[in-house]
Structure formats: C-alpha cells, structure tokens
Nanobody, 125 residues
Framework: VQLQASGGGSVQPGDSLRLSCTFS????????MAWFRQAPGKEREFVAA????????YYADSVKGRFAISRDKAKITSYLQMNNLKPEDTAVYYC???????????????????WGQGTQVTVSQ
C-alpha cells in the first residue's frame, strides 16, 4: 500500500485547509487511516484517525472542534478538514495507515506501518 498526501499550503490564522490522502489499494478489516504532524524541533504527534470500515473517528484534544477527518470509500481517500487554523498548527502533516489497530493504540505512530510523504501546513499573519 502506498499513500499520497496533498493539500498543504500557507494560510492566515482563522483560515481553512483540506488535506487529502489517497491509498493505492482498498484496505480491509480493522484498517485505520490517520494524520500525524511534526513541527520543527518537536516529536511527531497524533492529530486524527478514522476506521475504514465503520468510520469511527478519534481526535487529539488540541484539534477537537476545529478539525474533521473523513473518508471516501469509492476514492480510497482520507480527508482532514482543518478549520480555524492557528499558528501552532504549523507543521508537516503526514497521513498513515495500519491494520488491526485497537482503540488504545490509535494515537501511537508506531501502530502504523504505511506513511505518506508529508505536506507542509504553515499558518502565519
């Protein structure tokens, strides 16, 4: 499975962006699609995840109410809609995928075995 992420850019605080992550093949079973981000000098952190089959979603507290993750089964694509962006959201965003991930492990980068190339999101005046 290969992942292709897109949609990053430079915006002002309060603006919105939508990231996309397209998978090369259709996942099955307890597959989870996720987004992580990494700011300069910081560790990679969990942003959001969604289960492919039942569409259950998970969010980091820092993005709840502002970001929304979704998936399109027909397009085999995950989306991250980011609203009311803040300067602290500036980072390289990575999409990831993995199978057989239990809920308590959804937030760990080590749970995912497939990663996209990353897309830069910059929020500044």
């Amino acid at each position: 499975v290969q992942l292709q992420a897109s949609g990053g850019g430079s915006v002002q605080p309060g603006d919105s962006l939508r990231l996309s992550c397209t998978f090369s093949e259709r996942p099955s079973g307890r597959y989870v699609m996720a987004w992580f981000r990494q700011a300069p000098g910081k560790e990679r952190e969990f942003v959001a995840a969604i289960r492919w089959s039942e569409s259950t979603t998970y969010y980091a507290d820092s993005v709840k109410g502002r970001f929304a993750i979704s998936r399109d089964k027909a397009k085999i694509t995950s989306y991250l809609q980011m609203n009311n962006l803040k300067p602290e959201d500036t980072a390289v965003y990575y999409c990831a995928g993995g199978g057989g991930i239990i809920t308590s492990s959804t937030y760990r980068a080590s749970s995912y075995n497939t990663w996209g190339q990353g897309t830069q999101v910059t929020v500044s005046q």
